[in-house]
């Protein structure tokens, strides 16, 4: 084949290299990962046909799983009035070096509101004392019994961290709690008053 012939067919060819190379690498690249499933408070929750907290449920139990290894979920709620009536839940929670568990509660009321509780329960391999000089050095203190404290910090006021020593570690209970939630897509989605 002269040299002239070769220029000719190069081009060609690296075309139809690449254009084989990636149809290859359409079959061999493998489809886009599936969407993360939702957390198992979310799946049980809808499966017993809570709705109208719902937002609020699967976003504390998204946040309160977010990184462990598995966790599983004991639900309790009003069976004959599951979306108008309260929803408590306990998770369990595995991570590489400990269990964790949390507690999730829902209420609606009849405004359409829903009042919501989280509680996440640890246990540190250290004293209390550490604990708060580590995490905790900007929030006040309120001591209730000599092996219990609380700590709030005026930046997050429906929020709490409360430290029992159990020696030889401590109990850490982060508590969050909100009055009158309402879903934000749900209110922003509204018309305005005197609009509809």
């Not at 509780?117 to 004392?129: D, G, H, K, L, N």
């Not at 404290?149 to 961290?161: G, H, I, L, R």
């Not at 020593?165 to 709690?177: K, Q």
Request: glycine share 6%; hydrophobic share 40%; aromatic share 6%.
């Amino acid at each position: 084949m002269n040299t002239q012939a070769l220029l000719r067919w190069l081009p060609a060819a690296l075309a139809w290299a690449a254009a084989g190379t990636v149809c290859a690498q359409g079959v061999l690249v493998p489809p886009a990962p599936p969407a993360p499933p939702q957390d198992t408070l979310t799946r049980a929750a809808t499966s017993v046909g809570i709705k109208r907290c719902l937002p609020a449920i699967s976003r504390l139990s998204s946040l309160t799983v977010q990184g462990s290894r598995s966790h599983d979920v004991l639900l309790d709620w009003d069976r004959k009035r599951p979306d108008a009536g309260p929803m408590f839940s306990l998770i369990g929670m595995q991570y590489p070096n400990a269990g964790v568990a949390a507690s999730i509660t829902a209420i609606p009321d009849e405004s359409g509101a829903c009042t919501v509780s989280a509680e996440r329960i640890s246990v540190a391999p250290f004293t209390c004392e550490s604990v708060a000089q580590q995490e905790l050095a900007s929030y006040k203190m309120t001591r209730l019994l000599p092996n219990y404290a609380v700590y709030t910090d005026a930046k997050e006021p429906t929020s709490s961290v409360s430290l029992i020593d159990s020696p030889p570690g401590c109990l850490i209970i982060r508590r969050y709690v909100e009055y009158g939630w309402k879903d934000p897509a749900a209110v922003s989605a509204a018309p305005p008053p005197g609009k509809r």
